[in-house]
């Protein structure tokens, strides 16, 4: 418990770090937010406007009043107003989360799924299957999801139009951008988890169960593969930024809502408070993630009990 | 009007598959791509059909409609992107439209007269118009609206400013306003037109101003249902609708039951959807796909020409070495062929262009049109006049040991993408002038440009409906200053041209104004204060079921209201 209650304010002080860094890099970030927030480099607004604006929004008060007031506000749950869209950045952000997390979330469990099966089936098996597989590995996993999403879209949308290119409304327009995100990770993670497994099968737990009459296929799952997920587990981290970084592309290129795409267009228009939100969530989701994976990790090994 | 909000990389992936399949035939006259008939003195004309309504159309169905960005607001007060120009028309409209020839004619303003001092406004409204919440438009509705464009908490970026002279309203009675200004302002009617000045309903501006960004109440053709920001919006019509503008020649609701707006910032997937009948209509039809479009049988491919500011390839600090010297800005601007870069950023549908105002803008003199015109021979004259006679080792230009040689700052738009500053950097090179570019993010570049700490600027444009789009860019009025935005990036003063832009403003003689319109586009070619490069342009596509399209007078982008399918096509 005590552990816990330390994790958690470790996890706090993560999260203030990051909007410390992110309130810091936008400061000293190129263009003027009293631009971004009158609509960019080429609006016309009067002079009245500008002061008016600068008043209201403080910054023409010092660097550490502006910060301060901006940690205040935050700590309330407050994270201000974009300057783009005139909504709270909760709203704005509640409203494209779903689709975001729709598309995460399958992209997550395709990659999965794709690694464990890739790496069960080929692990230690006939060199000629073990070498296809980890070439093929090898090929997704240094294949950028925007090239893979447009050799998707040009077979399966345009040659042969099966599948809708464009849209986040229906099943149908999640299937391509799931496979486009979820091939690289599955690239990935599957080289990492069939050598975790080779290893494993090498242990002489494995020959003492076979001994016992278990068949190839009942070791590999029932034993093997629980101590392989350990290190699938602690990648969680990197499957989580790989989600999200691959949600900006994938979103663009798809044409679906979501906050990858959110943040590009906020980070072009310098809206602070919507940058800032985004960042602040994905800070917030990574921190429980790794408070999972600790915990998780506990369950699936126990040698890695808490002290 | 600038759209700013390009550097997407969605453009950049879909030129990326493009590039290997581009065409290298030779340039064949864009002229024939583009809507309307030039003739050889260089005016454009349209047949007048593309703004009215020809014929009846059948009502019913629903049009499925792309767009590459969302306006992010349908608080059109509170926007100036580029996409409020169609999008607006759709629920909200304005006080007033214009005709055929771009003279200011009736919408929800019946008439109006004008005082003699040109500082007093008279609009006689109509009676029969509501809004989809049931309040009435009337002139206390119109004065509401005018306080909100310039209300500090509208944060407006531009509807603000274009009725900056504005004092007060009076209401005479129920259907007369009379709108007091600050000095004799002719633009005030043509602003008045454009969709960024749309009507809203006074009560939703009243009790929750807010709510307008995404459910907004107008009084137009059709009324939101939904919108989902960068996903799209649903409109259905609004059957009590029967005010359309006259010139329209639409009586009665629209045909349309529905219209199914989606944002696609795909370029391939826009052109794939509508070939594979997904959708029926683009409003961004990509340039790289106009001729597997136009060699379609299904598919039209509208071009239409945005009036005022045609897209610059440059603007010169007029302060700073070595643009400091008109001679140097002319043979730069002489030096660059505006025919190549046309086709390089068009693929063959944009209108090379030399002078300062879009062909089809009010007051347009062709007069001038080609003392700018592309003169290897004529720029290196100017050169040479200019005291740059001596070479370096490398070829460039040299005077008193120092380098003909600028930095031409950038950032990835329409009117600039990198092929076109490389472009421009190639011709210049072929006169012994060296342009450094330095290609860099929007807001670097708005630093560079608040500061005046530039040579030179690729790109920008603005529309307006109006001529004194050129008071807005070179005026010395426009510069900018630091309390003060201005889109004169040349920093020119210059006491002639500022003095014919300023005497416009205070005319409502259509003969004075041509002249002095004519004067200050002779003037613009003599003191060079950017180079024109292309017509800014619209480029649009359909299925053949689409029918009776017309074109919105104010902004030449599609007014929806007389729009139909043709259930029976293919």
Known sequence: MKRLAARLLAGVGVLWGAATLTFVAIHFSAGDPVLAILGGPDAIPTPQQLAQVREEYGFDQPLWVQYGRYVGRIAQGDFGESYRLRIPVTEAIGKQIGATLQLALSAALLAIGLALASAVLTAKRNPWVRRVASASELVLSSSPSFVLGILLLLVFSFQWPVLPPAGSNGWQTLILPTIALALPIAGMLSQVLRQELEDILEQPFIAMARARGLSQTAVRLRHALRHALVPLVTLSGFIFASLLGGAVVTEMLFARQGIGRMMLDAAVAKDAPVVLGITLLAALVYVVVNLLVDVLNGLIDPRVKPR | ???????????????????????????????????????????????????????????????????????????????????????????????????????????????????????????????????????????????????????????????????????????????????????????????????????????????????????????????????????????????????????????????????????????????????????????????????????????????????????????????????????????????????????????????????????????????????????????????????????????????????LSAHLLGFESPPFPSSVAVAVQADAKKVGMQFIIEMMPLAQLTDRRTAGNYDAIGGGYWHTNTPDGLYILYHSDSRASPTKSGNNLSNLSDPRLDQLLSAARRSHDPRELQALYSAAQQRLTEVVPAVPDFESQVLIAYRTAVKGLIFDTVHNTPFFISVWLDQEAP
């Open chain 2, 1 to 403: 009007m600038p759209i700013n909000h390009w550097s997407r990389f969605g453009l950049l992936l879909g030129l990326l598959l493009v590039s290997a399949c581009s065409p290298d035939a030779p340039p064949p006259s864009s002229v024939q791509r583009v809507d309307g008939h030039l003739d050889a003195q260089g005016l454009l004309s349209y047949d007048p059909s593309d703004y009215h309504e020809t014929r009846q159309g059948t009502p019913g169905g629903t049009l499925r409609v792309s767009a590459a960005l969302d306006t992010g607001t349908f608080d059109v007060h509170s926007s100036y992107h580029g996409n409020v120009q169609w999008l607006a028309r759709i629920v909200y409209d304005c006080l007033l439209y214009q005709d055929e020839n771009g003279k200011i004619s009736p919408w929800l303003a019946k008439s109006w007269d004008v005082s003699p001092d040109g500082k007093t406004y008279t609009f006689h409204l109509r009676d029969d118009v509501t809004f989809s919440d049931g309040e009435k438009f009337n002139a206390e509705a119109l004065r509401v609206n005018l306080e909100h464009m310039r209300d500090p908490a509208t944060k407006s970026p531009l509807a603000a400013a274009y009725i900056a002279p504005y004092v007060d309203g009076r209401i005479i009675d129920d259907y007369t306003f009379e709108a007091h200004l600050r000095e004799p302002y002719s633009p005030f009617l043509y602003v008045l037109a454009q969709s960024w000045l749309s009507m809203v309903s006074p009560k939703q501006i009243r009790e929750a101003p807010k709510s307008i960004a995404e459910h907004p109440i107008g009084s137009g053709p059709f009324v939101l249902q939904s919108y989902t920001r960068e996903q799209g919006a649903t409109f259905t019509r609004r059957a009590d609708y029967h005010w359309a503008p006259p010139v329209t020649r639409h009586i009665g609701p629209a045909y349309l039951d529905r219209i199914e707006l989606s944002i696609v910032p795909e370029a391939m997937t826009r052109y794939s959807t509508l070939q594979s009948k997904r959708s029926d209509f683009t409003l961004d039809a990509p340039a790289q796909n106009t001729a597997a479009m136009r060699a379609s049988q299904n598919l039209v491919v509208r071009n239409r020409i945005r009036m005022a500011s045609p897209y610059r390839s440059l603007t010169f600090n007029t302060l700073r070495f070595p643009f400091d010297d008109v001679r140097v800005r002319k043979a730069v601007a002489q030096a660059i062929d505006r025919d190549g870069l046309a086709w390089i950023a068009g693929f063959g549908e944009f209108l090379p262009k030399s002078d300062y105002l879009a062909v089809n803008t009010p007051f347009y003199d062709p007069a001038y049109r080609d003392v700018l015109k592309y003169d290897v021979d004529a720029a290196n004259r100017q050169l040479d006049e200019a005291g740059w006679t001596a070479r370096d080792a490398e070829g460039y230009r040299v005077k008193n040991g120092r380098r």
